[in-house]
């Protein structure tokens, strides 16, 4: 099994920032995908940002606000959020998927999500 955690979340004034981290860590053999969701109250799940191979893609949102980034070493994800707004309250998780072994066998796990308020 595949497991992730996310940390770094608060409760943070308008304009400020923070950086959430998230970490796989169990049978891994290969990441491909990683990326931030978050899902406000009364809201549907959205994507905030991924990271692959071959680059990133932001939500239009929270373009030039924020910064995605891992570490393949540590199969770590990194999210900096600058600029915050109220708007960005919500809980954001983190879903990594990838290969647990050389024969393709895959996996899709996710964490349990750490809560990002915003104070206007």
């Known amino acids: 099994q595949v497991q992730v955690m996310e940390s770094g979340g608060g409760l943070v004034h308008a304009g400020g920032s923070l950086r959430l981290s998230c970490t796989a860590s169990?049978?891994?053999?290969?990441?491909?995908?990683m990326g931030w969701y978050r899902q406000a109250p009364g809201k549907q799940r959205e994507l905030v940002a991924l990271?692959?191979?071959?680059?990133?893609r932001y939500a239009d949102s929270v373009k030039g606000r924020f910064t995605i980034s891992r570490n393949n070493a540590k199969n770590s994800l990194y999210l900096q959020m600058d600029s915050l707004k109220p708007e960005d309250t919500a809980v954001y998780s983190c879903?990594?998927?990838?290969?647990?072994?050389?024969?393709?066998?895959?996996?899709?796990?996710w964490g349990q999500g750490t809560q990002v308020t915003v104070s206007s």
């Open positions: 990271i692959t191979g071959a680059g990133t």
């Open positions: 169990g049978t891994i053999f290969k990441i491909n995908t």
């Open positions: 879903d990594v998927d990838g290969l647990r072994n050389s024969d393709y066998d895959s996996f899709d796990s």
